[in-house]
C-alpha cells in the first residue's frame, strides 16, 4: 500500500491534535487552581493595604496631636476631628473576610480608645481657649495697671513695673514652673514697693489683685493642660499597641497566603515538567516522521537545485518513492533538460540586455542624486533660516506678553491698594512693592531688549525726571536688604547737583541698581556709600560721577582684569559663594557709554570695592529749585549724632539745604557733653536726629537719659536706623526715620517738628477730584482673557466713573456680544483663545454697523511692530501692558469726549 504526502500530513495534524488537547487540559487544570491561590492573596493583600491606610491616619492623627498641643497649626483641631472621623469610617467598613477568625475581638476597643482620645481633645481645646482668654485678661490688666502707675508720674516704680512685665511675659510664652516662680517673685516685690508707695489706693489694689488672680488662673490651667497632655500620650501609646497588633494580624495572613502560593506554584511547576517531557516525546516522534518523509525528499531536491546553479548540468533527482514529492522531482527533472535546450539564447540575449540597462541605471541614480542633494540642502538652508527667525520674533514677543500679563496685575492692584485708607506703615511697603515691581518691569525690558545692545542698536530715551525720584526708588528697594545683613546704607546727593534733568531715568537706575545689588551681595559687615557729585556743568547740561562704594570682600587682581567682560565672575570656581550670570557688569558699561561716559572699578582685596560710572544729562528748561522746607523750620538749631563720617554728611547736608542750623557730634559720649554746653551756653536746641546704633549710647539709653533730664527732655529726639525697628520705637512714643534718609522724608519729619499746624493726617486720602464730565451712560465692552487684568481693568475704569462696562473672554465672546448690545467703545486685548484681538478687529471693520465704533488695543505685547498690527488691523489706539493709569483714563476720556460729541 503506498501512503501519499497529504496522508501522512493527517496523521501529523492528529497527532498535534491530540497534544493540544492533553496541554488545554492540563492548563485548564492549573489556572484554576492558580486563581483560586492568587484569589487569596489578593484578598490578604487588600486587607493589608486596608491596616495600612489605618495605621497611616494613625499617625496623621498623632501629628495633628502634636500641632494641637503646640499651637503650630492654624486648622489643627479641625484636622484632627476629620482624622479621627475618617479612621472611625476605615474600621466600620474594613472587611476581613475570609479571615475573620484572625481579626475577632481586635478592631472593637480601637473605638472606645477613640472616643477616649476625642474626649480629651476637646478638653484641651477647652482649655487652651481658656488660657488664651486669660492671657489676654493678663496682658489687659497688666496695661491698665502700668497706665495708672505711669500716669501718676512715681518714677520710682517705673524700673519694678518694667522687671515685672518682662518676667511677666517670659512667663506667659515659656509657661514653665520656674518662670512662674520667677514671676511669683517679682509679683511679691513689685507689691510690697507698691504699698510702700504714696500712689496705692483701692482702685490700684484692685488692679493688682486681678493682675495676681489671672496669674493663678492661667497657670492652674497650664497645670491641666500638662495633665492631659500626658494622657494624651497614654491613649496615643494604646492605639499605637492596638494598630500594631491588628498590623502585624494583616502582615501574618499576607505571609501565610504567599506560603500557599509557593506550595501550589511547586506543585504546579511539577505537573508542568511531566506535561513538558510527555509533549517532547510526542514532539520527537513526529519530527522523526516529517524528517524520514517529508524533510529527505525535499532535501533531495534542494540537493539537485544546488548542483545545477553551482553548474553541473547533468544533475538529476533519484527517488523510489511514487508520492508527490518524487512526482515534483521528475517534473524538475524535465524542466532542466527543457532549460538546456534555450540557455545558450537567453544567456546571450540576457548579457545584452543587463549591460545596456546598467549604463542608463547607473547614468540616472548619479543625475537624481546630485539634484537631491542640491535640493535638500537649500530647502535645509531656507528652513533653519526662517526657523531662526521665527523663533526669535515668537520668544522675544511671548516672553513679553507673558511677563508684562502678570506684572500689569501686580502693579496696578498695588497702586489701586495704596489709594485705600491705609496706615503710614503699610502705605511705605506698598510703595516700596510698587517700586520693586516697577525695577522688575525695567529689567524685563532689558532682557528684552539684549538683542538691540549686540547689535549695538541700542536707543536711550530722553525725558524729563528728577534725580531724587530715582534716588527714593533706590532706597525704598533696597531697604529690605540692608537690614537683614546689617549693614549701613547711606545716600549722598552732593548740594550742587542739578535735580531736574532730561535723559533716560530706567537706565540710570538699572545701572546703579546692578552695582549696589553688587555691593550688597559682597558686603557683610560695614556699608554702602552712594555718591552723586557733579564733574562738568553748562546752562544745556550738565555731566556726573556716580560712585557705589562698600567695605566687602573686595575684588583680586586677576579678577578686575575681565571685570567688564560678558559671562565672567570675579570669583569663577565651580564652589563660588554668590553666583550671577556675569552680564550685569557688561551692561552697565554699555549703558554708561551709551549716556556719553565711562566705568571704572577701584578695589582692595579684603577691603571693598569702589565703582564709579560717568553719565551726561540735558537740564529741563524749567530748572527748579532743590527741594526746600517751609518758612517756620528756618534757622533751627539741630544736633546730628552717627557715628559713621558718611552718613554724618550727607544728613547735615540736607538738613543744611532746608535752612538749618547744625551741630555734629561722632559718638554718644560727645554728644551728651555738646547738649551741656550749649544749654550752659543758652543756645537752644529745637531737635535731636541720633543714630540708634550708636555703640556706646545706643536708642533706647539715650531716650532713658533725655527723657530723664529736665534741661533736655522737651527737646524732641528723632532716632535714626533700620526699617525693621521703627514699630518697637513707635511704641516707646519716639519719633523714627529709616535710614539711608531722604530728602523728602526728612522734610516731612521736619515739617511735623516745626510747623504750626503740627497734626498730619496718618491716612493720605485717596479720592480723587471728580471729573467734570460724567461717563455713566458711556458703554464699554471690556475683551480680556486674564481674570487679574480684567479686575485691574474694572477698578481703574470705575474710578474713572465709567459704570456701564460688559466683560468678553475672547474675540468670539467679544463678536456675540456685539451682535446683541450697541456698544460706544471696545478695549481690545490682543493675546486671546478661540479668537485673538487681530481677528476679532478685523471681523468687527467688515460688519458695516460696526465699523465706527472705537477700539483700542490694550495688550502686553510691546515689541517693536506690534502698534502697527493693531493699527494695520483696524484698532484706533494702543495702550501696553503693564498700564499706566493716567495714560489709560486720559485716552478714554478723550474717546469718550470724541463719542459724546
Known amino acids: 500500500m503506498i501512503i501519499s504526502t497529504k496522508h501522512r500530513f493527517y496523521v501529523i495534524a492528529g497527532l498535534l491534535i491530540l497534544l493540544f488537547c492533553i496541554g488545554y487540559i492540563e492548563l485548564a487544570v492549573f489556572i484554576n487552581e492558580l486563581s483560586q491561590g ?96 486669660s492671657q489676654t485678661q493678663i496682658e489687659s490688666s497688666f496695661q491698665v495697671l502700668s497706665s495708672t502707675i505711669l500716669m501718676s508720674s512715681e518714677f520710682s516704680l517705673l524700673k519694678p513695673l518694667l522687671n515685672l512685665g518682662r518676667f511677666l511675659d517670659r512667663y ?43 496669674i493663678s488662673r492661667h497657670f492652674t490651667t497650664e497645670k491641666k493642660i500638662q495633665v492631659i497632655h500626658k494622657q494624651f500620650d497614654a491613649l496615643s501609646q494604646e492605639l499605637m499597641n492596638r494598630f500594631t497588633d491588628i498590623s502585624q494580624t494583616a502582615e501574618n495572613i499576607g505571609y501565610q497566603s504567599l506560603e500557599t502560593g509557593s506550595q501550589l506554584q511547586e506543585s504546579i511547576v511539577r505537573w508542568m515538567i511531566i506535561s513538558v517531557t510527555i509533549s517532547l516525546l510526542i514532539l520527537l516522534f513526529i519530527l522523526d516522521l516529517i524528517a524520514r518523509k517529508v524533510i529527505k525528499p525535499i532535501r533531495s531536491l534542494w540537493a539537485v537545485v544546488m548542483k545545477v546553479q553551482s553548474g553541473d548540468e547533468q544533475a538529476r533527482f533519484q527517488s523510489k518513492s511514487k508520492d508527490e514529492i518524487a512526482h515534483l522531482g521528475f517534473a524538475l527533472n524535465n524542466m532542466l533538460d527543457t532549460i538546456n535546450q534555450h540557455r545558450f539564447r537567453l544567456e546571450e540575449i540576457v548579457d545584452e540586455r543587463t549591460e545596456a540597462l546598467t ?16 535640493q535638500e540642502m537649500a530647502s535645509q538652508m531656507a528652513l533653519e533660516a526662517e526657523i531662526a527667525n521665527k523663533a526669535k520674533s515668537v520668544f522675544l514677543a511671548n516672553m513679553s506678553h507673558e511677563i508684562r500679563t502678570p506684572m500689569n496685575a501686580v502693579i496696578n492692584l498695588t497702586e489701586l491698594v495704596l489709594e485705600t485708607q491705609l496706615t503710614s506703615r503699610q502705605r511705605e511697603y506698598l510703595t516700596i512693592i510698587k517700586s520693586s515691581g516697577n525695577t522688575l518691569l525695567g529689567i524685563i525690558n532689558d532682557i528684552l531688549d539684549l538683542s538691540k545692545i549686540e547689535s549695538g542698536k541700542m536707543e536711550l530715551e530722553k525725558m524729563a525726571f528728577n534725580l531724587q525720584d530715582v534716588f527714593h526708588s533706590i ?62 556743568q553748562t546752562q544745556q547740561d550738565t555731566r556726573l560721577v556716580i560712585s557705589v562704594q562698600d567695605t566687602g570682600i573686595g575684588i583680586s587682581q586677576e579678577g578686575m582684569k575681565n571685570l567688564f567682560t560678558p559671562f565672567t565672575q570675579a570669583d569663577s570656581s565651580t564652589t563660588r559663594k554668590y553666583g550671577g550670570t ?127 533730664k529736665s534741661d533736655l527732655s522737651s527737646i524732641p529726639v528723632i532716632l535714626m536706623g533700620d526699617l525693621t525697628d521703627a514699630r518697637e520705637y513707635s511704641q516707646l512714643s519716639a519719633d523714627y526715620i529709616a535710614k539711608p534718609v531722604m530728602p523728602r522724608r526728612l522734610s516731612v519729619i521736619l515739617d511735623t517738628l516745626f510747623t504750626k499746624n503740627r497734626k498730619i493726617a496718618k491716612v493720605i486720602p485717596t479720592s480723587e477730584p471728580t471729573c467734570e464730565q460724567t461717563f455713566e451712560t458711556f458703554s464699554i465692552l471690556l475683551v480680556e482673557d486674564n481674570v487679574f487684568n480684567r479686575h485691574v481693568a474694572l477698578e481703574i475704569l470705575k474710578q474713572a466713573s465709567f459704570t456701564q462696562v460688559d466683560i468678553a473672554e475672547n474675540g468670539r465672546q467679544a463678536i456675540e456680544a456685539l451682535e446683541k448690545k450697541s456698544y460706544d467703545l471696545i478695549l481690545m486685548d490682543v493675546q486671546m483663545p478661540e479668537m485673538d484681538g487681530i481677528q476679532a478687529t478685523q471681523h468687527i471693520r467688515s460688519q458695516p454697523e460696526w465699523k ?41 476720556k478723550q474717546w469718550g469726549t470724541v463719542v459724546t460729541k
Open 172 to 214: 506667659v510664652h515659656h509657661k514653665t514652673d520656674s518662670e512662674h516662680k520667677a514671676l511669683r517673685m517679682v509679683f511679691a516685690s513689685f507689691e510690697n514697693k507698691l504699698k510702700q508707695s504714696e500712689i496705692i489706693n483701692d482702685r490700684i489694689r484692685s488692679y493688682l489683685q486681678k493682675l495676681d488672680e489671672l
Open 38 to 133: 492568587a484569589e487569596k492573596v489578593q484578598k490578604a493583600a487588600y486587607i493589608e493595604k486596608d491596616v495600612q491606610k489605618i495605621k497611616q491616619d494613625f499617625w496623621k492623627l498623632r501629628f495633628w496631636e502634636r500641632a494641637v498641643q503646640t499651637q503650630s497649626h492654624v486648622e489643627a483641631d479641625q484636622q484632627f476631628g476629620e482624622t479621627i472621623a475618617r479612621i472611625r469610617q476605615q474600621l466600620a467598613n474594613f472587611n476581613p473576610s475570609p479571615f475573620d477568625e484572625h481579626f475577632l475581638g481586635k478592631t472593637e476597643p480601637v473605638n472606645t480608645v477613640l472616643t477616649q482620645y476625642e474626649n480629651a481633645f476637646n478638653s484641651l481645646i477647652q482649655l487652651e481657649t481658656d488660657q488664651r482668654l
Open 359 to 374: 549604463k542608463t541605471n547607473e547614468q540616472m541614480r548619479l543625475e537624481i542624486e546630485q539634484r537631491k542633494k542640491a
Open 582 to 708: 556675569g552680564l550685569g557688569l557688561t551692561i552697565c558699561k554699555q549703558l554708561a557709554e551709551l549716556m556719553g561716559g565711562k566705568i571704572w572699578a577701584e578695589t582692595q582685596e579684603g577691603k571693598g570695592s569702589h565703582f564709579s560710572f560717568t553719565a551726561s544729562f540735558g537740564l529741563e528748561s524749567s530748572l527748579q529749585k532743590s527741594l526746600r522746607g517751609p518758612a517756620d523750620i528756618r534757622n533751627k538749631r539741630i544736633v546730628l549724632v552717627d557715628d559713621n563720617p558718611h552718613a554724618l554728611i550727607a544728613i547735615d547736608e540736607m538738613i543744611q539745604s532746608f535752612g538749618c542750623i547744625t551741630e555734629k557730634a561722632h559718638s554718644g559720649d560727645e554728644a551728651i557733653m555738646l547738649l551741656q554746653r550749649m544749654h550752659v551756653a543758652q543756645r537752644p536746641v529745637h531737635a535731636i536726629f541720633w543714630d540708634k546704633d550708636m555703640p556706646d549710647l545706643d536708642g533706647r539709653k539715650i531716650l532713658e537719659i533725655i527723657r530723664n
Open 852 to 892: 465706527t465704533i472705537p477700539i483700542i488695543a490694550m495688550t502686553a505685547n510691546a515689541l517693536k511692530g506690534d502698534r502697527e498690527a493693531c493699527v494695520n488691523a483696524g484698532m484706533n489706539d494702543y495702550i501696553s501692558k503693564p498700564i499706566d493709569r493716567k495714560v489709560f483714563i486720559d485716552k478714554l
Open 475 to 536: 532706597a525704598d528697594m533696597f531697604r529690605g536688604k540692608i537690614s537683614q545683613k546689617g549693614i549701613e546704607f547711606i545716600i549722598h546727593i552732593a548740594a550742587n547737583v542739578p535735580l531736574n534733568l532730561i535723559g533716560d531715568p530706567l537706565r540710570l537706575k538699572q545701572i546703579i541698581v546692578n552695582l549696589t545689588n553688587n555691593a550688597i551681595k559682597f558686603t557683610d559687615t560695614g556699608e554702602i556709600f552712594i555718591q552723586v557729585i557733579v564733574v562738568h
